[in-house]
T-cell receptor, first 113, second 117 residues
Framework: DAGVTQSPTHLIKTRGQQVTLRCSPKSGHDTVSWYQQALGQGPQFIFQYYEEEERQRGNFPDRFSGHQFPNYSSELNVNALLLGDSALYLC????????????FGSGTQLSVL | AQKVTQAQTEISVVEKEDVTLDCVYETRDTTYYLFWYKQPPSGELVFLIRRNSFDEQNEISGRYSWNFQKSTSSFNFTITASQVGDSAVYFCALSDDYGGSQGNLIFGKGTKLSVKP
């Protein structure tokens, strides 16, 4: 049973570009949450998707947007990239309405030059 | 506002030593949940424990133990007889949702533990 998978593992972009990161949740999970982890910091909550809608959002600008597909997979889009967007982006999946723990992927390392 | 503070940025111990990682939290909620995660160099966050605010019993799992004290808003983590494989960054986290199925976890900045042979 595959866990949470994220792609790509590494990505290099330049300022002003746009990027799309992808996440496939663990089998049986229907919620996907995205976190940004800057170097030397703890992960920060970006937003969470359930039933193809954004349910909760952290303190991130509108440049960060997402989508959830009918198969529960999700994308994180970041527009107009800034140097400060360089970070490890983690995806976590869960099962809504349960107390099952979250499962995290290994992340996508984004470098903005 | 919710906040998690891990004052220890880095800790270095020699194998077989005991080590305690500190976590202090702030919340106005009466119902909340506390977590510890381990992040090895691979980057994936590995779940270690989840406790709710109504259960202050300490918990032991093998070489790991946790001390939850509401009076001091602390949730400390002790590793007994540390091993080289325990080397990782450890995060304490807080949520107002059991299991975190809503996904909104507030993390501390983490403590990097290095266990030397």
């Amino acid at each position: 049973d595959a866990g949470v998978t994220q792609s790509p593992t590494h990505l290099i972009k330049t300022r002003g570009q746009q990027v799309t990161l992808r996440c496939s949740p663990k089998s049986g999970h229907d919620t996907v949450s995205w976190y940004q982890q800057a170097l030397g910091q703890g992960p920060q909550f970006i937003f969470q998707y359930y039933e193809e809608e954004e349910r909760q959002r952290g303190n991130f600008p509108d440049r960060f947007s997402g989508h959830q597909f009918p198969n529960y997979s999700s994308e994180l889009n970041v527009n107009a990239l800034l140097l400060g967007d360089s970070a490890l982006y983690l995806c976590a999946s869960g099962r809504a309405g349960t107390n099952e723990k979250l499962f995290f992927g290994s992340g996508t390392q984004l470098s903005v030059l | 506002a919710q906040k998690v503070t891990q004052a220890q940025t880095e800790i270095s111990v020699v194998e077989k030593e005991d080590v305690t990682l500190d976590c202090v939290y702030e919340t106005r909620d009466t119902t909340y949940y506390l977590f510890w995660y381990k992040q090895p160099p691979s980057g994936e966050l590995v779940f270690l424990i989840r406790r709710n605010s109504f259960d202050e019993q300490n918990e032991i799992s093998g070489r790991y133990s946790w001390n939850f004290q509401k009076s001091t808003s602390s949730f400390n983590f002790t590793i007994t007889a540390s091993q080289v494989g325990d080397s990782a960054v450890y995060f304490c986290a807080l949520s107002d949702d059991y299991g975190g199925s809503q996904g909104n976890l507030i993390f501390g900045k983490g403590t990097k533990l290095s266990v030397k042979p």
